[in-house]
């Protein structure tokens, strides 16, 4: 049996690991980093859109700062995520992108002068101010106040693993593809590595380290209809959760995407609306303004996938051979901003569904001959495995990051944008606290303990084999995918989620009897589907049975028998674990949000349907303390880091807490609650003005 030592193991070689480990590799660890797949082929380089950060650098960023990047990511997470850690994103953020930069990433870049561009439907130019030419341009994503999104035309996280990858590679990670982890090791509550089959050989061996970061992505592929990639399996979060100590986090916050090609799935970049793309019916008609007339288009994708679906069912939708759908129109930004600002999209479109989305000869209802064909499908997993802002999980030495874990910076609907800048930045934050554990831990395991966990795996892969069971895997893979889509989905009602899980429960029964008719224990997919598809059906209940426990509506996750969100019963996060390795359901807990101690009381999203949901108790309480405190702080000069300070102290490391400097910021006023009037349960917030607006 062969073990394999290191100081830092990290699972998962996407931005997040690899950032990981890059952090780790600087404090003179040893480090590996696990993938699937060649690194630079993980999941993160779908990415078409953009990284969040407040730069302030163009026109329409201008008056940005880390304040409204949290008050739009607190409002967006429909006050579920953990507003410290969001404190710690926003500060971080910033020193991301600059830091990409340095690694060679192209970031798109403001040029001086006036540039066309479509918002809300209009042409209209945007001048930028010849003292910004040459820095980082951003662009409107993710239903925020100010422009943030930085990008590299439309394959940021292309260009961004590339240059984490490339960098990783510089500082010496031993980075070892094709290597699937498939157990945890670990002894009286401390980690010590893991399990590791080789996806070619078929070999298992033990890698044993000093601390394990796991950071092996979302779980969508629990889903029949996904833009997610093939791996993105939720097993990592699986093989946590299977020590019986790791809780998973907000398994039901589970984000669906508006724009999903039809049939395929493959995204059509939010960065589309964000330029101006508009949304149509089966009329030619632009249907969001209809529901949201203040964020239209750019509400925040769990309301707009609700108000797609919403119109589909008035009968609005266009009739397809794959169900009913709507047409984004893209057409309408010109054919020279789509080749050069959404090439990909473009291809993606010209490829998969024979459409040239820059084809503007319009029918008699408008729509363009380049209209793509959309509809709501599974993007991302708010949910996973549960840590604190250090990303410690309940396991010592074990730690997440990235779309793996929930740290919890998305809460229930986590913004456009924002993902990949979690990936990047919990990869410096979580990872430098891991190597900061790793130097200082010892490996104090019995080689015999470690050999009785290869041992069990070994055994357990034979098991499938030689079981004579009688079941398919792939008969259950996908039934499994359809209860998901048909019972788990954008709206959820009790009924519906009983069933999903009694079907899901006999599933997860019937898996444990598949007859895997390839006996090869080496080079053979269908066995590596049946042990997976038993971890993804351990997932795929934690959704479901997470969702019919949550009686309200928060973020993405929407109850039709309980519409509202409340504050009253639910302000708080489920907590699932599996301690025995019997049972056909999740233990499921949960941890209280303390609104006493939220920099942001819960209020009016500013988007979405008004007076929707249950006020807190406490909600009047903490407001008037807010701006009690804010008032005290201020009359004595403080400016808004101090009022930051005085409301919610988080912590974070000195050089990523730093200040972060932009171009001609003068305003040091606190401004994050000037949008929320105190006590207003229900109002909408008062029109936005953007500064620097360009008519
Ligand atoms: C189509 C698409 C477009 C997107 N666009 C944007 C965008 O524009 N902006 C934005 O902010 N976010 C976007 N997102 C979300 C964002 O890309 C992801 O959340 C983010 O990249 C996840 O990074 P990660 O490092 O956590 O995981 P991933 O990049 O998914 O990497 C996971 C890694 O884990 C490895 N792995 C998995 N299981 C195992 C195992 N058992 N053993 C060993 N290795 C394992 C895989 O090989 C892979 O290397 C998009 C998502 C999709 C689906």
């Given at each position: 049996m ?28 040893n ?37 409204v ?9 429909d ?33 001086a ?19 910004r030419?040459?820095?980082i341009?951003s ?24 240059g984490?990858?490339n ?67 939720g ?22 995407h ?75 930004l ?16 010209e ?45 010592k030495?074990?730690f ?47 080689t ?20 004579g ?78 969702a ?26 489920t ?26 009381a ?8 008004k ?23 201020e ?48 109002e ?12």
């Open positions: 062969k073990i394999i030592y290191c100081d830092a193991l990290i699972i998962g070689g996407g931005l997040a690991g690899l950032r990981s480990g890059i952090a780790a590799s600087e404090r003179g660890l480090t590996i980093v696990l993938s699937l797949v060649p690194v630079r082929r993980s999941h993160s380089a779908a990415a078409q859109g953009g990284m969040q950060a407040s730069l302030a650098n163009g026109n329409k960023g201008a008056g940005d700062n880390e304040d990047h949290f008050m739009d990511t607190v409002k967006g997470s006050w579920g995520c953990d507003q410290e850690v969001a404190r710690m994103f926003v500060t971080t953020a910033p020193k991301a992108i600059r830091e990409l930069a340095q690694y060679g990433v192209p970031w798109t870049r403001i040029k002068g006036k540039r066309p561009a479509v918002i809300n439907g209009q042409h209209v130019q945007i001048e930028e101010a010849k003292d030419e040459g820095y341009q662009r409107d994503f993710g239903g925020t106040k100010k422009w943030r999104t930085c990008f590299t035309a439309d394959a940021t996280g292309h260009t961004m693993l590339y984490v990858a960098e990783a590679y510089k500082h010496g990670v031993d980075i070892r593809d094709r290597k699937e982890a498939v157990k945890i090791i670990h002894q009286n509550g401390t980690c010590y590595g893991a399990v590791v089959r080789d996806l070619v050989t078929g070999e298992l061996s033990a890698y044993v380290a000093k601390g394990t970061l796991i950071a092996t992505g979302g779980y969508g592929r629990i889903y029949a209809n996904t833009s997610n990639a093939v791996i993105c399996d097993v990592g979060a699986a093989i946590a959760m299977e020590t019986g100590v790791v809780k998973l986090g907000n398994m039901e916050a589970v984000q669906f508006p724009t999903c090609l039809v049939p395929s799935g493959i995204l059509m970049t939010e960065g589309c609306r964000g330029d101006g793309g508009v949304l149509l019916d089966v009329d030619g008609h632009r249907f969001m303004p209809d529901y949201e007339p203040e964020k239209k288009e750019l509400a925040s994708r769990d309301v707009v996938s609700r108000r797609i679906l919403e119109h589909i069912k008035k009968g609005k939708g266009v009739h397809g051979p794959y169900g009913d759908f709507v047409w984004l129109d893209i057409a309408i010109g054919r020279a901003h789509i080749e050069k600002n959404l090439r990909d999209v473009q291809e993606i479109a490829i998969f569904a024979g459409i040239d989305p820059a084809d503007d000869e319009r029918d008699s209802k408008g729509i363009p001959k380049g209209a793509v064909p959309i509809r709501p499908m599974q993007h991302y997993s708010m949910g996973g495995i549960r840590v604190n802002p250090k990303g410690e999980t309940a396991l030495g074990l997440s990051a990235g779309e793996a874990c929930c740290w919890d910076l998305h809460g229930f609907n986590r913004l456009g944008g924002n993902s990949v800048s979690e990936a990047v930045v919990s990869g410096m934050i979580i990872g430098d606290y891991f190597a900061e554990h790793c130097a200082q831990a010892e490996i104090d395991i019995q015999s303990v470690v050999e009785e966990f290869i041992k069990e795996e070994s055994d357990y892969l034979s098991s499938l084999i030689d079981n069971g009688k079941e398919d895997v792939y008969t259950i893979r996908n039934a499994m995918k359809q209860i998901m889509d048909h019972k788990v989905g954008v709206f959820r009602d009790g009924k519906e989620l009983k069933e999903a899980v009694v079907e899901l429960e006999d599933l997860i029964k019937r898996s444990r009897h598949i007859n895997v008719k390839n006996k090869k224990l080496h080079d053979n997919p269908e066995l590596e589907d049946t042990y997976r598809t038993q971890r993804m059906l351990k997932i795929a209940l934690c959704v479901a049975y997470g019919e426990q949550r009686t309200e509506s928060r973020g993405a996750h929407t109850r039709l028998d309980y519409p509202k969100r409340d504050d009253e019963k639910w302000l708080n996060r907590l699932a674990s599996w301690p025995d390795p019997k049972q056909t359901l999740p233990t499921l807990e949960y941890e209280a949000l303390d609104i006493m101690k939220m920099e942001i819960p209020a009016y999203r500013g988007y979405g349907d007076g929707n949901f249950i006020p807190n108790p406490k909600k009047e309480e903490r407001e008037k303390q807010v701006l009690e405190t804010i008032k005290a702080v009359a004595k000069g403080g400016n808004r880091y101090a009022v930051q300070d005085a409301l919610m102290p988080f912590e974070l490391q000195p050089k990523y807490k730093e200040i972060n400097e932009r171009l001609g910021e003068v305003d040091n006023r606190y401004t994050v609650q000037d949008g929320l009037k105190p006590s207003e349960s229900s909408p917030q008062p029109k936005e003005t953007t500064v620097g607006d360009a008519k």
